[in-house]
Antibody, heavy 120, light 109 residues
Framework: EVQLLESGGGLVQPGRSLRLSCTAS????????MVWVRQAPGKGLEWISA????????YYADSLKGRFIISRDDSTNTLALQMHSLRPDDTATYYC?????????????WGQGTTVTVSS | QAVVTQEPSLTVSPGGTVTLTCGSS?????????PYWVQKKPGQAPRTLIH???DRHPWTPARFSGSLLGVKLALTLSDAQPEDEADYYC?????????FGGGTRLTVL
């Protein structure tokens, strides 16, 4: 059974960095595209980034490029999202998701999410 | 970046049929944009219902169907159930970068 478990969320001060993790089970991470999506309180879904399988080309939303970095650790089957220079409007629930195939950047199977609150 | 537009809200009666649409500022939505539909209920993780315009996932009830209506993506819900009350998001992809629509709040009443 495919399972995704996000971790690393919490309260962080503006300007600081935070690293989210997504531990995958039931499949090999490097064989699929993997995605991060967030939802701020009262707002819609926002696609953040994706990393495709194989060599792991990465894609980012224009608005977040440069501050957020997606990566993957094949030895632990874990996806990560490194977030820098956090702002209050980065406050959201962050979801990782598995794509349909190796080069998918669209979310199909979702984790339960981890909540990030950016506040002083 | 493209702007993807959905109806902000729609209402359907139990047992009724409703169609949600999704358009892009970049022009007609096609299969090359890998269009999807995602359902989101409060306090729950999102759930992807439809991929590639028409394809349901194993967990997607048959009462949900996807199509193209002219230049737009469409999601039709037939025989609406109370549990279908949710926010629905479409997404399209441009050169690997995904853009979500603003979402449609569907009320079953």
């Amino acid at each position: 059974e495919v399972q995704l478990l996000e971790s690393g969320g919490g309260l962080v001060q503006p300007g600081r960095s935070l690293r989210l993790s997504c531990t995958a089970s039931g499949f090999t991470l490097s064989a699929y595209g993997m995605v991060w999506v967030r939802q701020a309180p009262g707002k819609g879904l926002e696609w953040i980034s994706a990393i495709v399988g194989g060599e792991g080309d990465t894609y980012y939303a224009d608005s977040l490029k440069g501050r957020f970095i997606i990566s993957r650790d094949d030895s632990t089957n874990t996806l990560a999202l490194q977030m820098h220079s956090l702002r209050p409007d980065d406050t959201a629930t962050y979801y990782c998701a598995k794509g349909l195939g190796m080069y998918s950047t669209q979310p199909v199977v979702w984790g339960q999410g981890t909540t990030v609150t950016v506040s002083s | 970046q493209a702007v993807v537009t959905q109806e902000p809200s729609l209402t359907v009666s139990p047992g009724g049929t409703v169609t949600l649409t999704c358009g892009s500022s970049r022009g007609p939505v096609t299969s090359g944009h890998f269009p999807y539909w995602v359902q989101k209920k409060p306090g729950q993780a999102p759930r992807t219902l439809i991929h590639d315009i028409t394809d349901r996932h194993p967990w997607t009830p048959a009462r949900f169907s996807g199509s193209l209506l002219g230049v737009k993506l469409a999601l039709t819900l037939s025989d609406a159930q109370p549990e279908d009350e949710a926010d629905y998001y479409c997404l399209v992809t441009y050169a690997g970068v995904v853009v979500f629509g603003g979402g449609t709040r569907l009320t079953v009443l």
